[in-house]
């Protein structure tokens, strides 16, 4: 049986050393980094060989948000716009910033089951907040609640016509981090009628397949623990206030803003109620030893597992990526050969 994790790995191809281990402990999932990404026919050559290492059609996630957060990057794959991009055109232009946003996606989500890829670790539901790290920055929408939980809608719509499921991240909402959890633990000091507003926009996706928690201490909510680590954000919060009964996983636990052993994160992790860990880096004897500490999934973790996979399948629409682009350029003027230095011109006829 599957255990409650999702692992990395090392480089562009599976080692010998990598297939023995997964295929003896059967991590429930895998995550690409822009390490094992190098061309569409290596990509597929890897996932082949992940899904027949642990005997199934097992889900392999990665992150491709657009902007700076693009493991599929150029000059292989088009470089798409920063999600920042559709919260300033919906200030113009609500229902083009809408289509625009579900077409981002649906061409991300092409990119990705054209080579075997089937969960994107997007969209981004965190708020941009003035004086926040700019560990978010660009890659939240809005600063506007509702726009950010609208604009999240079509892109999860997006990713699931292409056939991927989404993940909602980074649950509860990290907008407000002074410090960035990849290299510290962000407190949150707001009070908890501020943070219910932060989380609207996860409130209305609740329906999503999976949500990824974050490393940030809630101080309103438990003052003592990351909310990956708070049974009082995971099952309180989140599961019964919230009403989001998807699969709930880690942000990567290697990040420094958990200061402990392997053991304790796993222990504390998986006590609060997170369904699956999540571990990102790190040598070949570290994520055997890792595996070792997560338990087979069971009971409603089995079956939000289950879920998710399920929702990963073929493409509900036909997709068309000539057809897609079209669109999408005309919309939003941006083109397949522009990168993170060009903007579009907000006065493009196509914009109002």
């Known amino acids: 049986m599957s255990v409650a994790c999702v692992i990395d790995v090392a480089g562009p191809v599976l080692t010998v050393q990598e297939r023995r281990l997964f295929a003896a402990r059967d ?97 981004c539901l965190d708020l941009r907040l003035e004086g926040a790290s700019s560990a978010i920055g660009d890659r939240a929408l809005s600063a506007e609640p509702q726009c950010v939980a609208d604009l999240g809608q079509a892109g999860l719509a997006g990713l699931k016509a292409a056939g991927v499921a989404g993940v909602l991240k980074h649950l509860p909402g990290q907008g407000r981090a002074a410090l960035d959890s990849h290299v510290a633990l962000p407190r949150i000091a707001a009070s908890k009628e501020v943070l219910e507003q932060d989380l609207l926009p996860f409130r209305v996706n609740r329906s999503a397949p999976m949500g990824m928690i974050g490393h940030v201490v809630f101080e309103a909510i438990d003052p003592d623990a990351p909310a990956s680590q708070s049974a009082p954000v995971v099952q309180t919060w989140i599961r019964e ?112």
């Not at 390490?35 to 199934?56: F, H, M, N």
Request: hydrophobic fraction near 45%; glycine fraction near 6%; charged fraction near 25%.
């Open 241 to 352: 206030a919230m009403g989001f009964d998807g699969l709930l996983m880690t942000d990567d636990l290697t990040m420094k803003a958990l200061d402990q052993p392997d053991e304790v994160k796993a222990a504390r992790v998986f006590d609060a109620g997170i369904d699956i860990a999540m571990r990102c880096h790190g040598t070949l004897e570290e994520r055997e030893a890792f595996l070792k500490l997560c338990p087979a999934l069971s009971g409603p973790s089995l079956i939000r597992a289950q879920h998710a996979e399920a929702y990963a399948s073929k493409p509900t629409v036909a997709l068309d990526r000539e057809q897609l682009w079209s669109r999408f350029t005309e919309l939003t003027g941006w083109e397949r050969g522009m990168t993170l230095s060009i903007s579009p011109d907000p006065t493009r006829k196509a914009w109002a």
């Open 27 to 123: 991590p429930w999932a895998f995550i690409l980094f822009g390490r094992s990404c190098e061309t569409p026919a290596q990509i597929r050559a890897l996932c082949e060989d992940l899904r027949d290492s642990v005997g199934r059609a097992c889900l392999i996630f990665i992150d491709q948000e657009g902007g700076r957060v693009q493991r599929l990057a150029p000059p292989v794959w088009p470089r798409l716009p920063a999600l920042s991009f559709y919260g300033r055109l919906w200030q113009d232009n609500p229902a083009h910033a809408l289509e625009a946003c579900n077409l981002h996606h649906q061409i991300m989500g092409e990119m990705l089951i054209d080579v075997g890829i089937s969960a994107n670790c997007a969209p």
